[in-house]
């Protein structure tokens, strides 16, 4: 018995980079969903069920207002940083979260100095 397989095979293995990245990518440029499926040959439900299998992985934020900004400190990061022991019984310190007129969130250590923390809000509230 002999056969052949003729056309491509419609089943394809996708890695977690390779989904994170079409993932992402809808939004991007005003990309819908529907956009970045054609694009990418796989159904708009197949985003979203990647969406949601990325998400249950912490691969991708449960928040979709959540924004990751650079942030370019005059000082390097070593000298911004307490420079007492941490020991590694101690419990983690107690952070501060600041909820902003614009409903971002922002969550920081009590130790972080005003002028880096002024920068972080600034840059945060101008994106």
């Given amino acids: 018995m002999r056969g052949d397989i003729l056309g491509l095979e419609r089943r394809r293995r996708w890695c977690d980079e390779e989904k994170l990245e079409i993932v992402l990518s809808v939004g991007v440029g005003g990309a819908t969903v529907t956009q970045v499926a ?6 708009r439900q197949q985003i979203y069920a ?5 998400k249950k992985k912490g691969l991708l934020s449960a928040l979709p207002e959540a924004l990751f900004l650079p942030v370019d400190l005059d000082r390097p990061m070593e000298l911004a940083m307490p ?10 310190p107690v952070q501060i979260e600041l909820q902003l007129a614009s409903g971002r969130c922002l969550r920081f250590d009590p ?3 005003a002028i880096t923390l002024t920068r972080v809000i600034r840059a945060v509230e101008a994106a």
């Fill in 38 to 43: 054609q694009r990418h040959d796989v159904t």
């Fill in 50 to 54: 990647w969406r949601h299998e990325l």
């Fill in 83 to 92: 420079t007492t022991a941490i020991c590694e019984d101690a419990p983690r």
């Fill in 111 to 113: 130790a972080l100095d």
